[in-house]
């Protein structure tokens, strides 16, 4: 465990200190958030209506666009081969740097949203429940994410390739996610139960994705 | 093992398989011809048109069938990829590989229909509906497998990394099956499989299932085939592989 707590630590230093990878993001999230009321149209009321959704699907490209680095600079370095060796399970290492992937990027995106909802005129009633159904929803993004970086590992164009295989397997989190926050904005739909799917797909996820991932970096190791 | 292989042991070489394919394959071939043949008859001159649809529910006699090889073709690929990542079956993996092109065509082939039938009939092409959708996102699935596979030269290991991505994939069938039942939206639930009473009248069920028969017969035929030119494939570049080392060895000699 505490081999586990030190590689996540590692890494979150290591995207926190290399400059630019969690401003990337938050800037692209922003940019593409606020580029749309351009194409649709500066009307507060559809504006507010679609908002749920443009903010989930934003944080989604925004944190797929650094999913491709949970693994890239290490297996350029060959840390990843040294780590591999180390006393911790491949399943482990594999769920410490999605976990670090999250709290680097997932957390700051999340904590971006409320201040680009703004923008988007989401109804006041709403802000507690997108930061909750974020934070709920955004594990089970850096971990699906982590599979496909491992399986598109050291691969030509693989940041093309890394979207169309995992942005599909992305589809129901971005449904709950968004029919959760849904459910209290225009109701009458119950906000628990798409919540509690949304709370299951994401800890189904973080058991799951870990043993995936390390089955695709034995496959670049050996 | 070793001593005894089993069917599955002795289909593992791949001239075993290509044996027994070949025989099996001329049989499976006339099946599906005559199913075919049998099967268009009953859809044009046996089922009459629906008193609503009209004609149009003549649509639904390719539709079906190839949403059913939608699924159907994901399923082996995910059981043969289990197979693949299990036991190093070698054929697992052709298995695999094969059937996704002809999965993808009749996934494309159930969206082309249903979106044909739907004009006319909810007077849209498409709607973004549970059911639709997730056999859209089905299709998506097949394209980034196919991806996958084009991506990664070694054949072995293309073979287990989409083996990995289509079991996680897998995931995405139970919630097709499962997306009429919850979201309950504009498509119609399965009305096939109820047993405790008809839903389609007998004049329409009976040419229905023998399409749904012969598109099967009709997807073993190009699974099979597929598979067969695949084996033939890897072969041929064994061949050249060893004819450039050859050629290589001799220019050494020279050298």
Redesign the interface.
Known sequence: MHAFIRLVARDVRLTLREGGAVSTALGFYLVVVAILPLGLGPDLNLLSRIAPGVLWVALLLAALLSVERIFHNDLEDGTLEVIALGPLPLELVAAAKALAHWISIGLPLVIAAPILALLLNLPANAFWILLLTMVTGTPAISFLGS?GAA??LG????GL?LA??V???Y??VLVFGISAMNAVITGPASFLSSYLILCALTLATVV??PI?AA??LR?SLA | MADTPGFFGRLANPTFFLKLSGAVLPWLTGLTVILMLVGLYLVFFFAPPDYQQGETVKIMFIHAPSAWLAMMGYSIVTIASIGS?IWRHPMADVAAKAALPIGACFTLLALITGSLWGKPMWGTYWVWDARL??VL?LF??Y??LM??WQ??EEPS?AG??AA??A???S??LP?IKFSVDWWHTLHQPASLTRLDAPAIHPSILIPLLVMMVAFTALFFVLHLTAMRTEVLRRRVQALRLTQVDAARAGEGARA
Do not use: K, M, Q, Y
Request: net charge positive; aromatic share 2%.
């Open positions: 599979v399986l598109t691969l030509r164009r693989g390739l169309l295989l942005l599909p397997l589809v129901p799951l994705a995936a089955a695709a496959l | 990542l959708t997730s996102i998506f699935l394209l980034g991806a996958l991506a990664i290991r287990r990394a990995i991505l079991i996680v994939g995931v995405n919630i």
